[in-house]
């Protein structure tokens, strides 16, 4: 078989996962498009040792390392721990935000108002700075030693 199949299949599938990850907005399809890639290079890793050790075979019969199909297997169980690991930030902000949304994600990082919420995203109503916290009503009090917010 020539080489130029499993390339042409794997940069098909590199790019379906590279859109994947631009084009989507759910943390989930996002991860399921970058699996896409690296089974991509995976592909490309075993295609390439099969080439190499036919093409080094004439030259060195005894020479079998398939240094490409160890990488691979190597690739397979970082994917395996990073698909792992991925769910699990993907669930926890579910379970806290609602939503597994990047763009909403992205805005609610950012500060920004969140869902017409005026005070930047923090609950205290305050500027969200250090000491902020239900039991601080923001600098001003601070200052005056005024715990209840009223400024003297």
């Not at 590279?18 to 290079?41: D, K």
């Given at each position: 078989?020539?080489?130029?199949?499993?390339?042409?299949?794997?940069?098909?599938?590199?790019?379906?996962?590279?859109?994947?990850?631009?084009?989507?907005?759910?943390?989930?399809?996002?991860?399921?498009?970058?699996?896409?890639?690296?089974?991509?290079?995976?592909?490309?890793?075993v295609?390439?040792?099969?080439?190499?050790?036919?093409?080094?075979?004439?030259?060195?019969?005894?020479?079998t390392?398939?240094?490409?199909?160890?990488?691979?297997?190597?690739?397979?169980?970082?994917?395996?721990?990073?698909?792992?690991?991925?769910?699990?930030?993907?669930?926890?902000?579910?379970?806290?935000?609602?939503?597994?949304?990047?763009?909403?994600?992205?805005?609610?990082?950012?500060?920004?108002?969140?869902?017409?919420?005026?005070?930047?995203?923090?609950?205290?109503?305050?500027?969200?700075?250090?000491?902020?916290?239900?039991?601080?009503?923001?600098?001003?009090?601070?200052?005056?030693?005024d715990?209840?917010?009223?400024?003297?």
């Amino acid at each position: 078989m020539h080489l130029a199949y499993p390339a042409v299949l794997s940069a098909l599938l590199f790019c379906t996962g590279v859109y994947g990850v631009l084009a989507r907005r759910n943390a989930i399809l996002v991860l399921m498009s970058v699996e896409l890639m690296l089974n991509a290079v995976n592909l490309n890793l075993v295609a390439f040792d099969a080439w190499l050790s036919r093409t080094a075979e004439a030259a060195l019969p005894h020479d079998t390392l398939h240094a490409g199909q160890a990488l691979t297997l190597f690739t397979i169980a970082i994917a395996a721990a990073e698909i792992g690991i991925g769910l699990a930030i993907v669930l926890a902000v579910y379970r806290n935000r609602g939503t597994a949304d990047i763009d909403r994600l992205r805005d609610t990082a950012e500060g920004g108002p969140v869902d017409g919420d005026v005070d930047g995203g923090h609950a205290d109503g305050g500027d969200g700075g250090p000491g902020a916290g239900p039991d601080s009503a923001g600098p001003a009090a601070a200052a005056t030693g005024d715990k209840t917010g009223a400024a003297a």
